[in-house]
């Protein structure tokens, strides 16, 4: 399958702070998701972003699929921004299944 | 706003008995998925159901797993004879077909404990 690499693993910040998280995919894909796990284990939907840019409030995220690489951008993190932040890619090869990255644990202090 | 439903939210069982985890997904999705996330880890794809037949599965859905669309709104998961290291957070995701319809969406997980 598709390999996914996240960094970084782990990332705490001070509110107010911006941030960048990175994936990494192995091959050509038809889909790319960025999630949030909150503290109750819900996958949130944040941005479905195959190629392209989007921004939805604080948050924006870019995939460069000829480079095979997604950035997440968070700008002014709260402490409700604290979870893991998973990069998800799929491809009709493989019946559009997502294969996960490890995520990116954060922590948003006050 | 439609949304993905799982039931139970939280199941406990003994090892070797039967479990079945249930899905409603959302209402015109044609694709259905089962993933599943040990404590700590990341999220793992199991199976996904298009057309009322499997479309893929991965090596850790072995004969041990079944799925199932018993009617035009569920979609089940069964595990045969549990196992304590089939204990996770068992999420059910749907999506549509063709350009942003291939997004997922996902439930709110069912977590299972097996003892």
């Known amino acids: 399958g598709i390999q996914v690499e996240q960094s970084p693993p782990d990332l705490i910040l001070q509110e107010g702070a911006n941030s960048t998280l990175r994936c990494n995919f192995s091959d050509s894909v038809n889909n790319l998701q960025w999630f949030h796990q909150n503290p109750w284990g819900q996958l949130i939907n944040l941005f479905y972003i195959p190629s392209g840019t989007k921004q939805n409030g604080r948050l924006s995220a870019t995939t460069v699929a000829t480079e095979r690489y997604s950035l997440l951008y968070i700008s002014s993190s709260q402490t409700t921004d604290s979870g893991v932040y998973f990069c998800?890619?799929?491809?009709?090869?493989?019946?559009?299944?997502?294969?996960f990255g490890k995520g990116t644990s954060l922590l948003v202090t006050p | 706003e439609p949304e993905v439903t799982q039931t139970p939210s939280h199941q406990v069982t003994q090892m070797g008995q039967e479990v079945i985890l249930r899905c409603v997904p959302i209402?015109?999705?044609?694709?259905f998925y089962w993933y599943r996330q040990i404590l700590g880890q990341k999220v793992e794809f199991l199976v996904s159901f298009y057309n009322n037949e499997i479309s893929e599965k991965s090596e850790i859905f072995d004969d041990q797993f079944s799925v199932e669309r018993p009617d035009g709104s569920n979609f089940t998961l069964k595990i045969r004879s549990t196992k304590l290291e089939d204990s996770a957070m068992y999420f059910c995701?749907?999506?549509?077909?063709?350009?942003?319809?291939?997004?997922?969406?996902f439930g709110p997980g069912t977590r299972l404990t097996v003892l």
């Open positions: 998800a890619v799929g491809n009709s090869n493989s019946g559009y299944a997502l294969n």
């Open positions: 995701a749907s999506s549509g077909t063709s350009g942003s319809g291939y997004e997922q969406f």
């Open positions: 209402s015109n999705h044609l694709y």
